[in-house]
């Protein structure tokens, strides 16, 4: 295999522009060749001081330069499709930031075009999977020092939203990462979803219900539910409690020194996800770059970008219809097993 990853990243917008940074800066074995953006003056202005990088307006164009063996994925989440065939064609490595594609059926594309290559291709950016909190929580669930997981808890708040972030966006931009880590956390599949909608508060914006209550079960039995707050006003917190047979692991909340001085007491709670998981983005996208190097992928697969999306979109019905719904999936590729 190649001894350096020259990369194209294909969006150069507030995800993309922080891993070209993070490509440039913070990782080795690879390095920033092409930046695409539809604005061409935001691809200029981000290989601003990365020598031989080019800025381009077209991602088939960078998938093709002949500098280029490996693509990373920072458009959102519609345009993702067509970039992951071009991709797949070229049979080089990608990480595509989630969603994998923001439909359950076009994912399903994706992961048969992948099966068809005989071999994986993609990574799938669900950070968490890489926080050092996230990691140490899912060693005692498979080492079973504290006995069988039981139930998890998860708290997914943030400060405000963006306009234009609909009700169907809590699940399908927040949510989200909820469903890959009880995956992640259980080893098995989400089999029903259910969102309950409660009292909401007056700071979110017209059509949105905010907070609600996502209730999940697994394969086997385990409980999960996500109170997912995005307007919570006091900060970024991702946090999650495990109950086993044996005792209780909590994981997340406040972050930093917790301090009581000239009669006051407290601590300092991360603006955004950026800062709460900036550790996890440098890990995920070195383990990517290793693997690469290798002919392997070092995260999640393009089956979990999948098997999310499902979730997604039986977590979209639930929350309109208030019924436990039922996650629908094909069966698991041999490749993914």
Known sequence: MTETLRVAVIGAGRMGADHIQRLNKRIHGAEVAAVV??????????IEGIPGAVALADAEEAINNGDVNAVLIATPGFLHEDILFKALAKDIPILCEKPLTPGADSSWKVVQAEVALGHKRIQVGFMRRFDAEYAALGGIIRNGELGELLMLHHQHRNPS???GFTNEMLINDSVVHEFDAIRYFTGEEITSIQVRLGKATRNAPAGQ????HVLLETESGVLADVEIFVNAKFGYEVATQASFEEGIVSIGGDNGPYTRSAGHWGGNVTPGFEERFGAAYDVEIQSWVDAALKGEIGGPTAWDGYATAACCEAGVEAQKNGEKVAVKLAPKPDLYK
């Open 37 to 46: 953006d539809v604005d061409l003056a935001r691809a200029q202005a981000a």
């Open 161 to 163: 939203t963006p306009a």
């Open 209 to 212: 219900h905010d907070p609600q």
